[in-house]
């Protein structure tokens, strides 16, 4: 049998407090013993596991890997919106005038990920 991801992890200067970030963005939820200033944190969802662990050098360059966001009750658009008042930031802004593309976002340490448009706008486009 091959291996399965048990966790996608991330390097970060405050593991709670990127975590409680990720845990609103994705709806999930803290690990039952991770408190402020412990070393690690990890945040379940329903589609993805993040474990987050506390290093001590900042991010000094682009992700080599990202996460790509699809909004499941929500327009891309609204979830771009959602995001930034949580703290991301807007790094990059790919969408079309036909609707199609995607917004980059960094988190609140600048870890970059991506919102796509959700599965309803894919479809009202076409393009599922």
């Known amino acids: 049998?091959?291996?399965?991801?048990?966790h996608v992890t991330i390097d970060c200067g405050d593991?709670?407090?990127l975590a409680s970030f990720w845990a609103q963005a994705l709806d999930g939820t803290l690990g039952e013993d991770d408190n402020p200033c412990d070393e690690e944190a990890v945040v379940n969802s329903a589609g993805a596991s993040l474990?987050?662990?506390?290093?001590?050098?900042?991010k000094a360059a682009?992700?080599?890997?990202?996460?790509?966001?699809?909004?499941?009750?929500?327009?891309?658009d609204e979830e771009v919106e959602r995001l930034v008042a949580l703290g991301a930031t807007v790094l990059a802004d790919h969408r079309l005038?036909?609707?199609k593309?995607?917004?980059?976002?960094?988190?609140?340490?600048?870890?970059?990920?991506c919102i796509e448009r959700s599965q309803a706008e894919r479809i009202a486009t076409g393009s599922a």
């Open 1 to 6: 049998m091959a291996s399965l991801v048990r």
């Open 15 to 17: 593991a709670h407090a």
């Open 51 to 58: 474990l987050f662990i506390r290093v001590p050098e900042g």
């Open 62 to 76: 682009k992700n080599r890997v990202h996460l790509d966001l699809q909004p499941q009750d929500r327009s891309r």
């Open 97 to 99: 005038p036909d609707g």
């Open 101 to 113: 593309g995607w917004v980059t976002l960094g988190d609140p340490e600048g870890n970059e990920f």
